[in-house]
């Protein structure tokens, strides 16, 4: 139980593929205007990641190898779809401001590299404890850069409006998510290096 418990905590800080491992930068810097922006990113990629992670896992000794990662793909690319069309019917407004993000979870360096790098040589358990561990770092990821650039930008928390007048435009914008980035990385790294 330990070991699993590990494997959720490593995708947290040691593994965290935002600021550990600089994965996924596309839906980061594309996603984050807000804290709900990011954090629905990071649940829709944390879902496709567990249950590909699960599928792959328990198949992967019937794949040839010379088709290993077009399966893969076709794996991970029907739980998108079915994220897809959750979001879609559950969660309209996210489903629209995400829009294009949701179906480049397809070709997320994050969930083919987790599936090829853990997933295929793995068990079924192990398997998704790792997909959720870096299910969460991710989302933890992307909701934090969401909410500094909220807060900068717009003076609002999850949408909360906490500050009268409007925060500076920059945040909002792509360079603003750069900057972002860059700092909060330089803080993690500052953090978690003894």
Do not use: H
């Not at 996603?31 to 992670?53: D, E, H, K, Q």
């Amino acid at each position: 139980m330990s070991n699993r418990w590990k494997l959720i905590t490593k995708g947290l800080v040691k593994d965290n593929p935002t600021f550990a491992l600089v994965l996924g930068m596309c839906p980061t810097l594309g996603t984050t205007t807000s804290a709900i922006n990011g954090m629905g990113m990071g649940v829709a990629t944390m879902c496709v990641l567990i249950l590909s992670n699960i599928v792959i896992s328990a198949v992967a000794r019937f794949i040839p190898d010379k088709v290993r990662i077009p399966s893969y793909i076709v794996i991970i690319s029907a739980f998108v779809t079915i994220v897809q069309l959750l979001m879609q019917a559950y969660l309209p407004s996210l489903y629209e401001t995400l829009g294009l993000f949701i179906p480049l979870i397809v070709v997320n360096c994050i969930v083919l590299g987790r599936a090829e790098a853990f997933a295929n040589k793995n068990g079924v358990i192990d398997s998704a404890c790792d997909g959720l561990g870096i299910g969460l770092g991710f989302t933890l990821s992307l909701t934090v850069v969401g909410l500094v650039r909220e807060i900068l930008g717009s003076g609002s928390a999850f949408g909360w409006k906490f500050m009268a007048p409007d925060g500076m435009l920059l945040f909002v914008l792509a360079p603003g998510a750069f900057i972002v980035l860059g700092y909060l990385m330089v803080l993690f790294r500052k953090l978690t290096t003894k």
